[in-house]
T-cell receptor, first 115, second 111 residues
Framework: GAVVSQHPSRVICKSGTSVKIECRSLDFQATTMFWYRQFPKQSLMLMATSNEGSKATYEQGVEKDKFLINHASLTLSTLTVTSAHPEDSSFYIC???????????FGEGSRLTVL | GIQVEQSPPDLILQEGANSTLRCNFSDSVNNLQWFHQNPWGQLINLFYIPSGTKQNGRLSATTVATERYSLLYISSSQTTDSGVYFCAVALIGAGSYQLTFGKGTKLSVIP
């Protein structure tokens, strides 16, 4: 299957700082990537759809100014959590697929802890 | 939006036992995937199965799209099968990549 890689896997930051998480498709090009968020013992919730060369589409209730998404190339999408607060602490995971429709593959996830 | 229900929410098995996990969904889909989330949080793709039956080793899955459900079978369970199993679907015409996840089944396999 296709490989999606995320970095960093864990990050701890102070309240008020910004954190950037990278999502890369290693062996294929992805015009669309997806960012999910998972709280402890809960399911994954879609945050936004990242589109190469255009603005991201955010799900209802997700603050676009808090969670900045940039999809500058066909193999890289970044999620920046701006002015992070403890309530932003969560597991963030990205996904991508190889074409229109079909199987999605997920990155390893990034665990953010905001102190 | 589409509703995805998984059952049972929790399952405890003795090593070597078989189990069936179920996923019901409320609308027609063109993508259905089963995942295993390991203790480190990584989602492992098990099956991409919008319809039909597939098998991979001790695991198999069946999706009956017309009746809006999918089943994941685990045979001869091992302790390494422990973790959370998620079913996720995408609506026809809604962008088949926008997966909606069920709440998962937490499986514990004890020696």
């Amino acid at each position: 299957g296709a490989v999606v890689s995320q970095h960093p896997s864990r990050v701890i930051c102070k309240s008020g700082t910004s954190v950037k998480i990278e999502c890369r498709s290693l062996d294929f090009q992805a015009t669309t990537m997806f960012w999910y968020r998972q709280f402890p013992k809960q399911s994954l919730m879609l945050m936004a759809t990242s589109n190469e060369g255009s603005k991201a589409t955010y799900e209802q209730g997700v603050e676009k100014d808090k969670f900045l998404i940039n999809h500058a190339s066909l193999t890289l999408s970044t999620l920046t959590v701006t002015s992070a607060h403890p309530e932003d602490s969560s597991f963030y995971i990205c996904s991508a697929g190889q074409g229109a429709g079909g199987e999605l593959f997920f990155g390893e996830g990034s665990r953010l802890t905001v102190l | 939006g589409i509703q995805v229900e998984q059952s049972p929410p929790d399952l405890i098995l003795q090593e070597g036992a078989n189990s069936t996990l179920r996923c019901n969904f409320s609308d027609s889909v063109n993508n259905l995937q089963w995942f295993h989330q390991n203790p480190w949080g990584q989602l492992i793709n098990l099956f991409y199965i919008p319809s039909g039956t597939k098998q991979n080793g001790r695991l198999s899955a069946t999706t009956v799209a017309t009746e809006r459900y999918s089943l994941l079978y685990i045979s001869s369970s091992q302790t390494t099968d422990s973790g959370v199993y998620f079913c996720a679907v995408a609506l026809i015409g809604a962008g088949s990549y926008q997966l909606t996840f069920g709440k998962g089944t937490k499986l514990s396999v004890i020696p």
